[in-house]
């Protein structure tokens, strides 16, 4: 028995046609959002771009320089800024003198490549395996639960950097990641939609459209599917910084891409043994790597506000707990 | 004297993405020690705003005030922190309508009580803790001493709402303001309650400000009554005066909408027990969960629908009815029990097989948000059953749909309009638009008035009655509120926890109850003569005796 | 609540057995031969088929598992060839490089990993709590669009990118601190905690983001709520609505996210772990992943699966104890 409420103002969930406008509507009043997409924009353009900048510069991401570096110094670039030049428009690597700017385009390349191709698999098997245990009799769910418990609880590292120990060292590293990453980090998004199917199977339009005669397979596609894709859209927001992340980790302990391939997480890890000589070749990894993370986190959040601002609370009730720890499970460190 | 509330042309603005809705306007009204006043109207019509202002809780909101509010003699649109702390709770203590939100879940209902009475009257730690004891004994909770210190969730909803009412008298306020305090609570215990208050304030000699859209609480608790419309006063006045005799138009229209148990009821022709019955339920039983934990929400329920007629069944929250109703159109599968549609079994149905007769039994649910999904336009959720059907040519499908809109009284020119761009009324319409696309013969109506106003109540069930007529249909009415039953139905179910108590035709039931229950709720239902509301009081206490 | 407790650890006993499957099948099912691997690459066919046969490798898939499950229950042995060593429960198997006993090896490592993590606790409840109680005290002013804006940045900021900075910040650049080397508490104690600075506020700090992000969240959310409005309505004053109400409904998740946290932080931190050359089970992981040591990997992993498993549990008894509205079922 609730107070009468016969008010004509708009109710929560806006139809599909008018999301898209209201979304761009509300992320316009943003500027750290337009400033976070325009980032986004220009990273992926130059990663891009990054075999056409490289002729540009006369530089490739391989050829070592053994002249850049001071070897009685262990290797250090000769000049400021890590040997920053007309020639090498970044500097060079230390040790090697190979072109820091092509290399570290190269890094972004593959950083967008296995952290974006992550979220593809991890939401494809997120929402397979979500509709599964949501749609699906008692048993389907509670066996899919159990898995996507273990998945949940075990911290996605330890498991990625273990897996990475069987695989020959020939199979195609960004591919091994992206698969890695993506078939151990799909639990979030399954609970996700999983939730949103079992909330929204509970409301009485789906109960309408049995009374109409629809089945199972025709009440999915019309009364749930579209309501399925703006949160999972914005988690898939959420999950690329955190891929990205992830990638940057296991390169950074030496069982991400194989060298020669260059790689941020890589780069830095080098940089341990020359952040007392070489600051440059710290600070410009770790700064893309920060910007670009950001970035993402910034148009994430901001992409989830625009959705719907009372979603989140709304399908929150209940499954507080859960979804608190949903939000905050994935973390490397 | 100078009275104790005065409130001189109050407007209150909220600013909502751009435009400033006023949501009070001009509204002035005195109230005096030792007196009640209830604020009475529909919703939006910002009686509860103004039960915030006297509080000053729209201070720092953002909200625009303007003209004065004076409660016991403090400013409260300009007093201090300090004045205004002490106004609240101090001069002036509100009780808040859910009493399960109104209460903070962490801790005990009696430290809840003693910290508020800490910061009026101050004092130690355990002489505020001895006085919510106090208070709470006072409500009567029983075993006080013991039950303050159980958590909100530990009680249930009548319990909560005393616990408030104890909060609100730990400091001995001169005015009690009352949002909606029985709204939330069943008609038992909502009668126990309004009880209560009238004890206490006899009692204390506290001053009330009630804010409420039932017409009958007022009646049962009031002096005088403020009737508001859109932030204004329409009339106001003696509470027999209003009620009895309205002066105004709309006020009568009000008065006129609101089901009564002493109203007409349907033309006494015997439409029931013609022939077959279009639905019959044998023994239905349901069953929740499993092995130890198995909750069984309805037992033996038999009953029979004829079409053109109304069953009616009433009974409190958590009595079964939603899901006795869920049952007969087969929402839910019955655990045991029969269920006979036109002489067919359809009871255990595998639901491929029942998948071709479903458009027959149709439902109009409570909810007029969840009911149409807010991403389809309603002409898409009305056209549902009709596709399903296999129609395939649009031009044939636009047609029906205009038809039904205009049928159910909207405009048939809004098919591509969404379920946001309607009122709760309208949402309604929309709901019984579906419903009668599938051409059905019987149809279920889950508590369809409930979420709506009384003027919007009475259009909606005008509609259904009218439908009836037309097209046969056999209806199954749920509903909590028995004046709404008694005003449509032909025949009555009464449930409680699972079973129907008693059933029969409304002039049997409502004239002549035999289950003691059932004479429990009828005395529960608040009349709208002030007059007979305290002789019905005195029944209530009787029968709380025997 | 016993009924709970033992019905869980069932449970994680479950997950536990199907992640030994999964584990298991998965890393002496891979390609590569486990007997090269273990033997090195100087080891000719004969010496190979003679590890094959000490490791147990000709037999069947699931008499292996079988043999590794009887290890962890009852304890094993091994023939090393010359002599048998005896591996006692919980027998996680011997470490093809330094044939030493993985439970051991678990054991030595444990004590190291610990002292980060609870050092690092301490940071995050300090610094993380505080924080985002701060900005919902203080919210809409400036003081919390500093704070929101801190926050930001720290979780963008992946943990080693973190402690670079410091690294360079502190030793390098200000010399404040010699750069860490992990020395065992029982040695020198004064020694240990300096030593473990850096990387207790790398970790803490990473974490503290996420944790006032979450108090905040959970205070602000606890604001909105009606019986805020009752207290407000009663004349309680501001300050005490925020501390007394609305902070403790941030209790309970940042108490049971915590307990997630540590229970996964046990079994190692991999990363701050690796930076810092702290010798804890993540850098285990990592030599054991780099020397293809399978037996240590596979150890690790059940040991932190077991840490995280039983941290859940605990999770959800501390969640209940601090909101008791949740029913443990």
């Given amino acids: ?333 | 004297m100078t009275p104790l509330v005065e409130v001189t042309d109050l407007t209150v603005e909220f600013a909502r993405s751009g435009d400033p809705v006023r949501a009070v306007d001009g509204l002035s009204f005195t109230l005096d020690e030792g007196r009640a006043l209830a604020l009475v109207g529909e919703s939006g019509s910002g009686k509860s705003t103004v039960a915030g202002a006297l509080l000053g809780l729209h201070r720092g909101t953002g909200a625009k005030v303007g003209g004065t509010v004076r409660v016991g003699g403090i400013d409260v649109g300009t007093a201090g922190p300090g004045e205004l702390r002490r106004l609240r709770g101090g001069v002036a203590a509100m009780v808040f309508q859910d009493p399960l939100s109104a209460l903070d879940p962490y801790y005990a209902v009696g430290d809840q009580i003693a910290e508020v009475y800490r910061v009026h009257a101050g004092g130690s730690r355990r002489a505020a803790r001895a006085r919510a004891v106090e208070v709470l004994g006072r409500v009567g909770i029983a075993d006080a001493a013991r039950r303050s210190r159980s958590r909100p969730h530990e009680f249930s909803g009548g319990m909560r709402q005393r616990a408030l009412l104890a909060m609100a008298l730990a400091c001995e306020p001169r005015l009690l303001v009352a949002d909606e305090p029985t709204t939330a609570l069943d008609v038992t215990v909502q009668a126990q309650i309004l009880d209560l208050l009238h004890e206490l304030r006899r009692e204390t000699g506290t001053a009330l400000l009630l804010v409420t859209h039932d017409v009958g609480v007022a009646a049962e608790s009031v002096d005088e009554v403020l009737v508001m419309r859109a932030g204004r006063q329409i009339e106001r006045g003696p509470v027999d005066g209003v009620l009895g005799a309205p002066a105004e138009s709309y006020t009568r229209r009000l008065l006129a909408a609101v089901p009564r148990l002493d109203g007409p009821v349907r033309a006494p022709e015997d439409r029931s027990r013609k022939g077959e019955p279009l639905l019959e339920a044998l023994d239905l039983r349901k069953e929740f969960g499993r092995g130890g934990k198995a909750v069984t929400a309805v037992e033996g329920a038999s009953l029979a629908v004829h079409a053109g007629e109304t069953l009616g069944v009433v009974g409190e929250s958590g009595s079964g009815k939603t899901t006795l109703g869920r049952m007969l159109v087969r929402l839910l599968d019955p655990t045991s029990g029969r269920l006979r549609y036109g002489g067919t079994e359809i009871g255990a149905l595998p639901e491929r097989e029942l998948r071709h007769r479903r458009r027959e039994l149709q439902m109009v649910f409570q909810d007029p948000v969840a009911s149409l999904n807010p991403r389809r336009s309603v002409g898409e959720s009305i056209a549902d059953p009709l596709r399903v059907a296999g129609e395939r040519d649009e031009t044939r499908i636009r047609a029906r749909v205009r038809e039904l809109l205009d049928r159910v009284g909207l405009d048939p020119d809004r098919y591509e309009a969404y379920p946001h761009e309607f009122s709760g009324g309208q949402r309604q319409r929309v709901g019984i638009a579906r419903a009668l696309a599938a051409e059905p013969r019987l149809i279920v109506c889950d508590e369809p008035v409930s979420a709506l106003d009384v003027t919007t109540q009475a259009q909606v069930t005008a509609l259904l009655a009218e439908l009836q007529a037309e097209l046969g249909l056999g209806l199954v009415f749920i509903a909590h509120d028995l004046a709404v039953v008694r005003q449509v139905s032909d025949r009555v179910a009464v449930m409680r926890a699972g079973r129907i108590v008693e059933q029969g035709t409304v002039t049997e039931v409502y004239g002549a109850p035999r289950d003691p229950y059932t004479r429990q709720l009828l005395a529960a239902v608040p009349s709208l003569d002030p007059l007979r509301a305290a002789e019905r009081r005195e029944r209530r206490q009787e029968l709380a005796v025997a | 609540m016993t009924r709970f407790v033992l019905k869980r650890l069932a449970g994680a006993v479950l997950v536990l057995l199907a992640l030994s499957v999964l584990v298991y099948s998965l890393f002496y099912l891979a390609p590569g031969d486990p007997a090269r691997l273990a033997c090195g690459e100087r080891c000719n066919p004969q010496q190979i088929a003679q590890v094959r046969e000490q490791l147990g490798l000709n037999e069947s898939m699931f008499t292996q598992y079988l043999h590794f499950l009887q290890g962890v229950f009852a304890g094993r042995d091994y023939s090393t060839g010359t002599a048998v060593v005896r591996c006692d429960a919980p027998c996680l198997g011997l470490s093809y490089q330094s044939d030493q006993q993985v439970t051991r090896l678990v054991l030595e490592r444990l004590p190291a990993t610990a002292s980060l993590v609870v050092g690092a606790l301490v940071v995050w409840l300090v610094v993380g709590v505080g924080t985002g109680l701060l900005s919902a005290l203080r919210r809409g002013g400036p003081t919390e669009r500093i704070l929101t804006l801190l926050t930001l940045a720290g979780s963008g900021t992946p943990v080693f990118i973190l402690g670079l900075l410091l690294l360079m910040a502190v030793c390098a650049y200000l010399q404040w601190l010699p750069f860490p080397s992990y020395v065992p508490f029982g040695e020198n104690p004064e020694q240990w905690g300096w030593n473990l600075l850096l990387p207790w506020l790398t970790l803490g700090l990473f974490e503290s983001a996420k944790y006032a992000r979450l108090t905040r969240s959970a205070t602000l959310e606890t604001l909105a709520e009606d019986h805020i409005r009752t207290f407000r309505a009663y004349g309680v004053s501001e300050r005490s609505v925020v501390t007394r109400h609305a902070l403790r409904g941030a209790v309970p998740p940042v108490i049971a996210i915590s307990a997630v946290d540590l229970g996964s932080m046990f079994g190692g931190a991999v990363l701050t772990e690796s930076l810092f050359g702290i010798p804890g089970l993540g850098k285990t992981l990592i030599d054991g992943v780099k020397a293809i040591d399978l037996p240590v990997v596979v150890g690790v992993v059940m040991v932190t699966g077991t840490f995280v498993v039983l941290a859940n549990v605990v999770a959800d008894l501390l969640y209940a104890a601090a909101d008791r509205r949740v029913v443990l079922t």
């Fill in chain 1, 1 to 333: 028995m609730t107070a009468p409420t016969d008010t004509t103002a708009p109710v929560a969930g806006i139809p599909a046609s008018g999301a898209a406008r209201q979304v761009w509507r509300r992320l316009r009043t943003r500027p750290s959002a337009l400033v976070s997409a325009a980032v986004l924009l220009l990273l992926v353009l130059l990663a891009l771009a990054a075999p056409l900048l490289a002729a540009l510069e006369g530089q490739d991401a391989n050829t070592y320089h053994d002249d850049l570096v001071d070897s009685a110094r262990g290797g250090v670039p000769y000049g400021a800024f890590g040997g920053a030049s007309a020639d090498h428009w970044l500097g060079v690597e230390p040790g090697t003198g190979r072109d820091l700017f092509v290399r570290l385009l190269h890094g972004a390349r593959i950083s967008l490549l296995v952290a974006v191709g992550a979220t593809a698999v991890q939401i494809l098997i997120g929402v397979l395996v979500g509709l599964a245990a949501g749609l699906g009799g008692r048993w389907i769910d509670g066996v899919l639960g159990r898995v996507t418990d273990v998945l949940v609880a075990l911290p996605m590292l330890v498991l990625a950097v273990a897996l990475t120990a069987v695989v020959p060292r020939d199979f195609p590293r960004p591919l091994l990641l992206i698969l890695v990453i993506g078939f151990l980090g799909w639990a979030g998004t399954s609970r996700l939609v999983r939730a949103q199917t079992l909330t929204l199977k509970s409301l009485d339009f789906v109960a309408a459209s049995r009374l109409a005669g629809s089945g199972p397979w025709r009440t999915a596609r019309r009364e749930l599917l579209p309501s399925l894709a703006a949160p999972v859209i914005t988690y898939a927001a959420i999950l690329v910084p955190t891929n990205i992340v992830v990638e940057a980790s296991l390169s950074f302990l030496g069982v991400g891409v194989t060298p020669p391939t260059p790689s941020w997480g890589q780069m830095l890890s080098t940089a341990q043994t020359w952040f007392r000589a070489d600051p440059a070749y710290v600070l410009l990894p770790a700064g893309l790597l920060f910007v670009t993370v950001l970035a993402f986190t910034v148009l994430g959040d901001a992409v989830r506000t625009a959705l719907d601002p009372r979603e989140a609370s709304r399908l929150r009730v209940g499954t507080r707990k859960e979804s608190r720890r949903d939000s905050l499970k994935e973390t490397s460190r």
